[in-house]
């Protein structure tokens, strides 16, 4: 009995001394033409390289809305997600302090319909864009955000491809996204021309507007794996110069950098739904992008 004992023990020695022992992660895959999940993927994949450990990355099926993600992850069901900071998913799910966006997540365009679009123009007074019919997914920190600043009708529904089936159907007006998320989104789902604009779907994506308020997206991690906590946080504070090379050359942020020019920008100034911690997080982390003339 001892020698088998002993046995097992130098056995798994052994095992443990290969990649079979590395760290496990398991996450989110990504949603059919998110190039901001891609982005959150690639940077998982970079912060891991970054520290050096050895890891087994697992994707995990899409399972829904933010609201069923959160609880499942805080169950134990996977690892790793990413989502737009709110004082009530911190409580649920560990975050990493660090925007993965710099803040252009909360740099918001609009996925709009051919009817709507003759509404829009670089002139229309704030009051007056806050009157229409919004839509965004349940459980989304937005959908706060946007009620607290006064936007009157704003909707929200859990199957993420209908939100693009209430725009087209023109049951509802605008659909903010940030401006690293639209442009994949479209191109995935209809025949998406230089101007934006789907030829077979009555979808674009509006060049005049930009709203703007303080949203981080960060990696979230499970309770349990405070050795994830640990890996990642190191590897943001660590590695931050490093980080910055990642963000500033990756495609997605270069592209999306271009189409912030020539945009009528108004922002939300405050909201309530970001934690303390997260509110104070130092302005280096934050990249400024926003023009002098806001609305």
Not at 72 to 90: C, H, P, R, S
Not at 210 to 218: A, D, S, V
Not at 265 to 291: C, V
């Amino acid at each position: 009995m001892i020698k088998c004992t002993l046995f097992c023990v130098l056995f798994s020695c052994v095992v443990c001394s290969s990649s079979v022992c590395s760290i496990e992660i398991k996450y989110i895959q990504a949603r059919q033409g998110s190039l901001l999940d891609q982005y959150a993927i690639d940077l998982i994949r970079f912060l891991i390289n970054e520290s050096g450990e050895e890891v087994s990355f697992i994707p995990v099926k899409y399972v829904g809305a933010q609201t069923r993600r959160q609880l499942l992850m805080k169950q134990g069901n996977y690892d790793v997600d990413w989502f737009g900071a709110t004082q009530q998913i911190e409580k649920l799910v560990v975050p990493i302090r660090y925007p993965m966006f710099r803040g252009l997540l909360g740099h918001r365009v609009f996925i709009t319909n051919k009817e709507t679009r003759p509404l829009l123009n670089t002139g229309i007074p704030f009051k007056k864009l806050k009157m229409f019919n919004i839509i965004q997914g349940q459980g989304w920190g937005d959908v706060v955000i946007l009620k607290g600043a006064g936007f009157t009708h704003v909707d929200t529904i859990a199957s993420f491809n209908n939100l693009f089936k209430m725009i087209e159907l023109n049951r509802a007006s605008l659909f903010p996204r940030s401006i690293i998320e639209p442009y994949g989104e479209l191109a995935n789902r209809c025949d998406l021309n230089d101007n934006d604009v789907c030829t077979d779907k009555n979808l674009l994506i509006d060049d005049k507007l930009l709203l703007i308020y303080k949203l981080p997206m960060f990696l979230f991690v499970a309770p349990h794996r405070q050795d994830l906590i640990r890996i990642f946080n190191s590897a943001f504070e660590n590695h931050y110069e490093e980080f910055l090379v990642f963000f500033n050359n990756h495609p997605l942020i270069e592209n999306s950098l271009k189409k912030l020019k020539n945009r009528s920008i108004y922002q939300i100034r405050g909201n309530n739904i970001l934690s303390k911690e997260t509110h104070n997080i130092p302005d280096k982390y934050w990249m400024k992008t926003y023009s002098s003339k806001q609305q």
